[in-house]
């Protein structure tokens, strides 16, 4: 385990954890974040190991994030709270639920099943190490590189957040790319338990979305009993940006009830 940096949100009677997804950071949620700590919510937004400003590690598996988050919350004396977690987060969130179900009080989980999935990011690691980050000298040649082998302008932007400047002024990535790239398969496995988790859950997935499929309901019931799937109108896996209002109530009305 590994201290974990995270930003601060509001204060309240109520917790809510957030956890990014694949190739993220807190600063992806940071205007949810900021609403949600105006609204009486006491919110802490994560920066997973390899991703951000956190610690880089030479591993990158479900239950090492489990176990950041437990100290995490162990050192911010955190008894209980809710886990909201998106994509590669949810899977952190769900596990963390099941394993440590006295920590979390509540669960969210954003366009993401428990199941096992298929390879996703393949173009996206195409494109990453298509950077030459000795030699690009700004955030446009970057995206250039990257376009060949990544046609989507909102997924370039999303990775090009993650560019950094070195002290020498070099370009280079926040997140821990081979780190990241060589475990990649193991975000990718299935979470499971021999016990559900039997406190309220919410799934909200996207509407045009296929991370959440029909025949992820059983697998979801069994080990969530008390879980409720709502779906996000016009919205695809990055509902919480897509639809933010919508996003935002239904989180708040969830963490406050």
């Not at 956190?54 to 004396?77: A, E, G, K, L, N």
């Not at 060949?148 to 790319?177: A, H, M, V």
Request: glycine fraction near 6%; charged fraction near 20%.
């Amino acid at each position: 385990m590994i201290q974990l940096n995270y930003k601060k949100y509001g204060s309240g009677n109520h917790t809510l954890i957030i956890i990014h997804g694949f190739l993220g950071s807190l600063d992806n949620w940071h205007t949810l974040a900021t609403r949600w700590g105006e609204s009486g919510i006491q919110v802490y937004s994560l920066d997973m190991r390899n991703h951000g400003r956190s610690p880089h590690t030479d591993t990158h598996r479900i239950d090492d994030m489990v176990q950041d988050i437990v100290y995490f919350m162990q050192q911010q004396q955190i008894s209980t709270a809710t886990l909201l977690g998106h994509s590669m987060g949810g899977k952190v969130a769900m596990q963390c639920a099941l394993t440590h179900p006295s920590l979390a009080e509540k669960l969210i989980v954003a366009d993401m099943a428990p199941r096992e999935y298929r390879h996703g990011h393949d173009d996206v690691f195409t494109a990453i190490h298509h950077v030459d980050l000795s030699n690009v000298q700004s955030r446009r040649e970057a995206e250039e590189a990257m376009k060949p082998y990544l046609g989507d302008f909102g997924t370039r932007q999303f990775i090009l957040k993650n560019l950094d400047r070195t002290e020498s002024g070099q370009y280079c990535w926040k997140f821990n790319l081979g780190t990241l790239y060589r475990d990649y398969e193991e975000i990718l496995k299935s979470i499971d338990s021999a016990t559900a988790y039997t406190k309220p859950v919410l799934f909200l997935k996207g509407e045009l979305s296929l991370y959440i499929k029909d025949s992820d309901i059983d697998q979801i019931h069994r080990l969530f009993p008390l879980a409720q799937v709502l779906s996000v109108p016009q919205a695809g896996h990055w509902l919480h940006a897509e639809q933010p209002e919508i996003f935002f109530r239904h989180v708040h009305d969830f963490v406050t009830y």
